[in-house]
């Protein structure tokens, strides 16, 4: 149990069909407990199933305490005044639960196990607590917090439950455990240093299929979060507006699952860690200024990651400034990164085969930047806008067959392409604009690479730190260069047997030169 409960031996009414108690004033404790069991001694009270509590306390201080075993069982609480407690324990089966508690510190505390349950608690006041066990099917439980420092805990156990949790104010705290199929839990935060989530019952990993949760957050410095899930078909959906907030999964399993992270705002920050399995849907968006994507900024050590086959990666930035760092491990995964804005970072490091990865960034002072490792792989970089400048895009690829296209528009833009592997045979690299720079590496045999250049100013050599020349390094490989303009100019080298180099230049003071050896 999340809160502590205490227990009283005094029982002041015992009854099957109705129990009713109000008091108005300070220090005052109900305790009702109805027992529609199969022992004789409940059996001699009443023989029927019906059963109904209300507790009325008007006042500070006071405590209620209402025990229900049987069927078809009402329960409604109702404390007025400053520091109030509600213990709750429901054992049965089509069950209503309604615990109203207003001003100031309350707690409340409800064991339910049957089916067919209905919970709905209203508390409105500071430093509230509220913890909901339910073991069983088909139960509904709606939590509304309205103040500061408040904390509720929903665990639900079983199939079929549906938990709404609603809170207003700031640094207030909202749990949803679950362990079962086809749960819902819906959690609305409004406020500053809230934290609202998905985290299985005892902190072990929640086992279960068709579980869904939302999570709405409005205000700063908030986190949304998912942990510990092994399930399929499962679906985690973020929505965050504001500033400094935080959006996560960390532990998931399973496949076909669903995660959606939408962030609006600036530095706000969104990452998987420890995720694994197939055919799953990640779409993460961020609209505003220094977001990040990740852990990490400029290529740091932790990153979002997932690991598994068919997966569909769909990420989003607008605004500047703004970090994408994220590791795929995995065959026949789909990842699309989209950056809009200036002075923005991506990273994607891609391993296995068969995978398709595509970034974009329209803007200026943009990095993009993809390493692929394994065979069978499609990387298309693509960064365009409007006379855009000083743009840089990496690729990095060891294996085999895999294709690269990278392609910009602007001026003062550079392309870094290293290869390590055979028979990579479309490696193309395209520039249209001015003072643009290719440089490239290729090492292997049977690789075809294409480089382009449009415009005046434009260059293509060799890896900075390593060579001023490009170098291709193997055996028939094969390399055209074609620029357009004026003032351009080649430098390279061939090093090894039955390669083919091509160089095409149209325009005037261009230069070219070069070598086999």
């Given at each position: 149990?999340?809160?502590?409960?205490?227990?009283?031996?005094?029982?002041?009414?015992?009854?099957?069909?109705?129990?009713a108690?109000?008091?108005?004033?300070?220090?005052?404790e109900?305790?009702?407990?109805?027992?529609?069991?199969?022992?004789?001694?409940?059996?001699?009270?009443?023989?029927?199933?019906?059963?109904?509590?209300?507790?009325?306390?008007?006042g500070d201080?006071?405590?209620s305490?209402i025990?229900?075993?049987?069927?078809?069982?009402?329960?409604?609480?109702?404390q007025?005044?400053?520091?109030?407690?509600?213990?709750?324990?429901?054992?049965?089966?089509s069950?209503?639960?309604?615990?109203?508690?207003?001003?100031?510190?309350?707690?409340?505390?409800?064991?339910?196990a049957?089916s067919?349950?209905?919970?709905?608690?209203?508390?409105?006041?500071?430093?509230?607590?509220?913890?909901?066990?339910?073991?069983?099917?088909?139960?509904?439980?709606?939590?509304?917090?309205?103040?500061?420092?408040?904390?509720?805990v929903?665990?639900?156990?079983?199939?079929?439950?549906?938990?709404?949790m609603?809170q207003?104010?700031?640094?207030?705290?909202?749990?949803?455990?679950?362990?079962?199929?086809?749960?819902?839990?819906?959690?609305?935060?409004?406020?500053?240093?809230?934290?609202?989530?998905?985290?299985?019952?005892?902190?072990?990993?929640?086992?279960?299929?068709?579980?869904?949760i939302?999570?709405?957050?409005?205000?700063?410095?908030?986190?949304?979060?998912?942990?510990?899930?092994i399930?399929?078909?499962?679906?985690?959906?973020?929505?965050?507006?504001?500033?400094?907030?935080?959006?996560?999964?960390?532990?998931?399993?399973g496949?076909s699952?669903?995660v959606?992270?939408d962030?609006?705002?600036?530095?706000?920050?969104?990452?998987?860690?420890?995720?694994?399995?197939?055919s799953?849907?990640?779409?993460?968006?961020?609209?505003?200024?220094?977001?990040?994507?990740?852990?990490?900024?400029?290529?740091?050590?932790?990153?979002?990651?997932?690991?598994?086959?068919?997966?569909s990666?769909?990420?989003e930035?607008q605004?500047?400034?703004?970090?994408?760092?994220?590791?795929?491990?995995?065959?026949e995964?789909?990842?699309?990164?989209?950056?809009?804005?200036?002075?923005?970072?991506?990273?994607?490091?891609?391993?296995g085969t068969d995978?398709?990865?595509?970034?974009?960034?329209?803007?200026?002072?943009?990095?993009?930047?993809?390493?692929?490792?394994?065979?069978?792989?499609?990387?298309?970089?693509?960064q365009?806008?409007?006379?855009?400048?000083?743009?840089?895009?990496?690729?990095l690829?060891?294996?085999?067959?895999?294709?690269i296209?990278?392609?910009?528009d602007g001026?003062?833009n550079?392309?870094?392409?290293?290869?390590?592997?055979?028979n990579?045979?479309?490696?193309?690299?395209?520039?249209?604009?001015?003072?643009?720079?290719?440089?490239?590496?290729?090492?292997?045999d049977?690789?075809?690479?294409?480089l382009?250049q449009?415009?005046?100013?434009?260059?293509?050599?060799g890896?900075?730190?390593?060579?001023?020349?490009?170098?291709?390094?193997?055996?028939?490989?094969?390399?055209?260069?074609?620029?357009?303009?004026?003032?351009?100019?080649?430098?390279?080298?061939s090093?090894?047997?039955?390669?083919?180099i091509?160089?095409?230049?149209?325009g005037?003071?261009?230069i070219?030169?070069?070598?086999?050896n």
């Amino acid at each position: 149990m999340f809160v502590n409960t205490r227990k009283s031996i005094i029982a002041l009414a015992i009854s099957a069909a109705m129990s009713a108690s109000a008091f108005a004033g300070d220090g005052n404790e109900i305790v009702i407990i109805q027992n529609n069991g199969s022992s004789a001694e409940a059996q001699a009270l009443v023989d029927i199933q019906g059963q109904e509590a209300t507790s009325y306390q008007f006042g500070d201080i006071h405590t209620s305490h209402i025990n229900q075993t049987g069927d078809d069982q009402t329960a409604t609480v109702i404390q007025d005044g400053e520091w109030a407690e509600s213990y709750m324990v429901s054992t049965g089966e089509s069950n209503t639960l309604a615990v109203t508690q207003l001003n100031l510190w309350h707690i409340s505390n409800i064991d339910l196990a049957g089916s067919d349950n209905t919970g709905d608690v209203l508390q409105d006041g500071f430093f509230s607590n509220s913890d909901a066990d339910v073991v069983g099917s088909f139960n509904s439980f709606n939590v509304t917090q309205l103040g500061d420092l408040n904390e509720t805990v929903n665990e639900l156990l079983g199939d079929n439950n549906n938990s709404i949790m609603s809170q207003t104010g700031d640094t207030n705290f909202a749990t949803f455990r679950v362990e079962g199929n086809n749960n819902d839990g819906d959690l609305s935060q409004v406020g500053n240093d809230n934290v609202a989530g998905l985290i299985s019952i005892d902190i072990t990993p929640n086992v279960g299929d068709n579980n869904d949760i939302t999570v709405v957050q409005t205000g700063n410095r908030n986190t949304g979060a998912v942990r510990g899930v092994i399930g399929n078909n499962n679906t985690f959906d973020f929505r965050q507006t504001g500033d400094d907030n935080i959006g996560f999964v960390y532990s998931l399993t399973g496949e076909s699952n669903e995660v959606e992270i939408d962030q609006e705002g600036n530095s706000n920050q969104a990452w998987l860690g420890f995720a694994q399995g197939d055919s799953n849907d990640i779409e993460i968006t961020q609209d505003g200024e220094e977001n990040i994507i990740g852990d990490s900024v400029n290529g740091g050590t932790l990153v979002a990651e997932i690991t598994g086959d068919d997966n569909s990666i769909d990420l989003e930035q607008q605004g500047d400034f703004n970090t994408m760092d994220m590791r795929v491990t995995g065959d026949e995964n789909d990842l699309d990164l989209d950056q809009e804005g200036d002075s923005n970072y991506a990273r994607m490091i891609v391993e296995g085969t068969d995978n398709d990865l595509s970034i974009g960034s329209n803007g200026d002072l943009n990095d993009a930047r993809a390493v692929i490792i394994g065979d069978d792989n499609d990387v298309e970089i693509n960064q365009t806008g409007n006379d855009s400048e000083l743009n840089s895009g990496w690729v990095l690829a060891v294996g085999n067959d895999n294709t690269i296209d990278v392609e910009q528009d602007g001026y003062t833009n550079e392309v870094f392409i290293a290869v390590e592997g055979n028979n990579n045979a479309d490696v193309v690299a395209e520039q249209s604009g001015e003072l643009n720079l290719i440089e490239v590496l290729i090492f292997g045999d049977f690789n075809e690479t294409s480089l382009s250049q449009t415009g005046d100013g434009n260059s293509i050599q060799g890896l900075e730190d390593i060579s001023t020349e490009f170098q291709i390094i193997g055996n028939e490989n094969m390399l055209s260069v074609t620029q357009v303009g004026s003032d351009n100019d080649v430098n390279g080298i061939s090093v090894g047997n039955n390669n083919t180099i091509t160089v095409t230049q149209t325009g005037s003071g261009n230069i070219a030169n070069v070598g086999q050896n």
